[in-house]
């Protein structure tokens, strides 16, 4: 069973910059990628961005292109993700979550190839 632990998140004003991060463990082998979600109030969870373990194919949903940037450190088990030119809209709890599904480190990811969501942590951007 992988956990996950969230934090970095907090009030930021429109355009300015906040950097996530979430730390894992509880499996001796490592994930095939790593997601970072989100969820607005009365809106589903969305997938933000994605990172290959072991490579470098990246995922980034079209809101976030340009803007956000994940990176990951693997002998920390740690993912992050930078958040520049925040927008009100980026506004929601976001979690990281692991993927053993090896289809995520070439094609697009599908929220149902993550799992051992952490609780979350809230980011609020003001206008």
């Known amino acids: 069973q992988v956990q996950l632990v969230e934090s970095g998140g907090g009030l930021v004003q429109a355009g300015g910059s906040l950097r996530l991060s979430c730390v894992f463990s509880?499996?001796?082998?490592?994930?095939?990628?790593m997601g970072w979600f989100r969820q607005a109030p009365g809106k589903e969870r969305e997938l933000v961005s994605s990172?290959?373990?072991?490579?470098?194919?990246?995922f980034y949903a079209d809101s976030v292109k340009g803007r956000f940037t994940i990176s990951r450190d693997n002998a920390k088990n740690m993912v992050f993700l930078q958040m520049n030119s925040v927008k009100p809209e980026d506004s929601g709890v976001y979690y990281c979550?692991?993927?053993?599904?090896?289809?995520?480190?070439?094609?697009?990811?599908?929220?149902?190839?993550?799992?051992?969501w952490g609780q979350g942590t809230q980011v609020t951007v003001s206008s």
């Open positions: 990172i290959a373990w072991g490579g470098s194919h990246t």
């Open positions: 979550a692991a993927s053993f599904f090896p289809r995520t480190i070439y094609a697009t990811p599908l929220e149902s190839e993550f799992g051992g």
């Open positions: 509880g499996r001796t082998l490592s994930p095939y990628a």
